[in-house]
């Protein structure tokens, strides 16, 4: 299960993304995520699917790696699908009793869960290209105006990246309570998937404990660097932006582009 996901995981690889300043990466994520949201056609969804794998394609990570990371969220992906299916009004398909199946519905659970889809898939991109000080380091340039405000801009770009960077290791400690309970004698993936969904109630505790012990250690070691609040604080390699990131950002405004255009001639 951590192997397979890939968010807040570091990938190295020789690629044009893994090349981009961290801003160029974050602001461009941000537009073509903004972009997602405006998807409505068949065509301007298989234009963001291609545009999807043309990026991975260019990180040079390949991507039936990147299709096994949905695999933690499949459960998500059916409820939203089935939530959808099940309560928009339209023509109806099929019915039994209270339930109630509509063209509609289908089309609107097949909408939701794609948009899902690439708005995590384009999430994984920005953290599988780029390390986690480097993406801490470019969201405290992009928020510097903010500082101005005296709002803590240095600690709340560590804590995004912390978070982000936390995810994997979460689910590492699940993996090895779901294994130290199956060496003795108890194993979830044997149950039915009913009762498998309630038996995962008991190892949120052990999981929460660790978590937290965890995060515990981390602010000890940041306070044994005398991190402080982050402000003042250097870096050895500064950021600069090049040619390559410039020809980024337009690209992904040259993209959220052609998706307005095609939501508003209704193609």
């Not at 780029?130 to 405000?149: F, N, V």
């Not at 290791?169 to 044997?190: F, N, P, V």
């Amino acid at each position: 299960m951590a192997n397979s996901l890939l968010l807040g995981e570091y990938r190295e690889r020789e690629s044009m993304l893994h090349q981009l300043d961290p801003r160029t990466k974050i602001l461009s994520v941000f537009i073509i995520m903004l972009s997602f949201l405006m998807l409505k056609t068949f065509v301007s969804y298989a234009a963001a699917t291609l545009f999807v794998i043309g990026v991975y394609r260019l990180s040079n990570i390949p991507f039936r790696i990147v299709l096994r990371s949905l695999k933690p969220v499949l459960l998500i992906l059916a409820f939203t699908f089935f939530f959808h299916t099940l309560t928009t009004e339209g023509r109806v398909l099929w019915s039994y009793s209270f339930i109630h199946v509509t063209v509609e519905g289908l089309q609107n659970g097949m909408r939701f869960v794609m948009r899902i889809v690439l708005l995590i898939l384009l999430a994984s991109i920005l953290t599988l290209t780029t390390k986690p000080l480097t993406l801490a380091q470019g969201l405290e340039r992009l928020l510097g105006p903010l500082s101005r405000l005296n709002m803590p801009i240095e600690q709340f770009s560590l804590m995004i990246v912390i978070a982000i960077r936390f995810i994997p290791t979460i689910m590492q400690e699940l993996e090895r309570i779901l294994l130290a309970q199956k060496a003795r004698g108890y194993d979830i993936s044997s149950l039915p998937w009913t009762k498998r969904i309630f038996s995962y109630i008991p190892i949120l505790i052990p999981l929460l404990f660790t978590t937290v012990k965890r995060a515990e250690q981390l602010t000890y070691a940041i306070d044994a660097r005398a991190y402080g609040n982050g402000k003042g604080r250097t870096v050895y390699r500064q950021l600069e932006m090049k040619r390559l990131d410039y020809i980024a950002l337009v690209i992904a405004l040259l993209f959220t582009f052609v998706v307005l255009l095609l939501r508003m001639g209704g193609i």
